[in-house]
């Protein structure tokens, strides 16, 4: 009969500084919360939060879960800006009634003003129908968090569509606890992906590998985007990275598709090299530079020969500890020279 949830999507923008192409997150971020009660002829939708400027709330009703099945409203547009509270009751498509406890799925997104097709952020709710509340009744319920959701982040997509270090929300722990609390089980400095490595770590806040142990298998990995995919592989044609780890350069590295991730308007490429496990413990400096042929444009800024922006280089400086759990470990690596080697989880 009703659903609840807290969704952040923070937009993340790259940005030059000091000839240093850097990933960092904006200063404003989209939330949206819902609470929606659907009933024989009609639907209550409660909705608050924040949205950025350029961005509306969509919604639709559908008859079976996953936003699957018919429509059974039309496309609901919420037209807001910076922080709102509202509640809306929208009657089923020529004023049919439904039947109690059948399968209801109700589509939300955060979409370009009159665009809803170009989203930010998309999920179907599903529910039985049932009882309806009261419009409002709900509005008084904000900043509920669940387990598992994220809170913050270095704000660096990965090669794999998430984000770098993402912290997730936990629950206060009881003052009394029979057996092991999970506080137990954490290890300070772990991240949430260890043994991800950006290249270009040194220059973004939250993008530290973090405690890194022998037993991980180490993948380094780096980035660029543009407004279109024409400019992205304007790059590709363009560049000529160096990039060395403890001096030894890169013998290999693999080059996604290029593509568009969740959370960005820009399209993306990246550039990952697998190092393998079993890494010797100590301290391991990447260098990272990269300059063009010829010049070049992301749509934001131009790179590449006569432009302000000839050589962008940058690193990221980690440690590699024994593990903690006393499993024997062979040290096979680094090598000399540099293995990169070969995955079968495929970043294209």
């Excluded at 309806?132 to 794999?160: K, Y």
């Excluded at 543009?226 to 363009?238: G, I, R, S």
């Excluded at 991730?261 to 496990?277: D, E, H, K, Q």
Aim: aromatic share 12%; net charge negative; charged share 20%.
């Amino acid at each position: 009969m009703r659903r609840f949830r807290l969704v952040v999507n923070t937009l993340v923008l790259l940005i030059v500084v000091f000839a240093v192409r850097a990933q960092e997150e904006s200063n404003f971020s989209s939330t949206i919360n819902w609470y929606y009660s659907a009933c024989e002829d009609r639907m209550v939708v409660d909705l608050h939060g924040t949205l950025q400027a350029g961005y509306d709330i969509y919604y639709q009703a559908f008859d079976l879960f996953g936003g699957l099945g018919s429509p059974i409203t039309a496309l609901r547009r919420v037209s807001v800006n910076g922080d709102y509270s509202m509640t809306q009751v929208v009657n089923w498509l020529g004023g049919s009634t439904r039947a109690l406890a059948t399968p209801i799925s109700v589509v939300f997104r955060i979409g370009l003003e009159n665009d809803p097709d170009v989203t930010i952020f998309q999920e179907a709710s599903d529910d039985y129908l049932g009882e309806c509340l009261e419009p409002g009744s709900t509005l008084e319920e904000v900043d509920i968090l669940g387990t598992g959701d994220i809170i913050g982040s270095s704000g660096v997509f990965t090669p794999d569509g998430g984000l770098l270090n993402p912290i997730f929300y936990e629950p206060p722990e009881a003052l009394v606890q029979i057996g092991a609390r999970p506080s137990d089980y954490r290890v300070v400095g772990r991240t949430a992906n260890p043994g991800l490595i950006f290249a270009e770590c040194a220059d973004v806040e939250g993008a530290d590998p973090g405690l890194i142990y022998d037993t991980d298998e180490l993948m380094l990995f780096w980035s660029w985007f543009a407004k279109t995919p024409e400019q992205v592989q304007d790059h590709l044609n363009n560049a000529l990275y160096k990039v060395e780890l403890r001096g030894m350069p890169l013998p290999d590295w693999s080059v996604s598709e290029i593509k568009q991730v969740p959370g960005s308007l820009n399209w993306w490429v990246f550039y990952t090299a697998n190092l393998g496990g079993k890494w010797e413990p100590g301290t391991y400096g990447v260098n990272f530079a990269v300059r063009w042929v010829n010049p070049i444009s992301d749509g934001y800024e131009s790179f590449g020969p006569g432009t302000e922006n000839e050589l962008l280089d940058s690193g990221c400086l980690f440690s590699v500890q024994r593990n903690p759990w006393d499993i024997p470990v062979i040290h096979e690596n680094p090598t000399l020279p540099l293995t990169v080697y070969a995955s079968n989880d495929s970043t294209e």
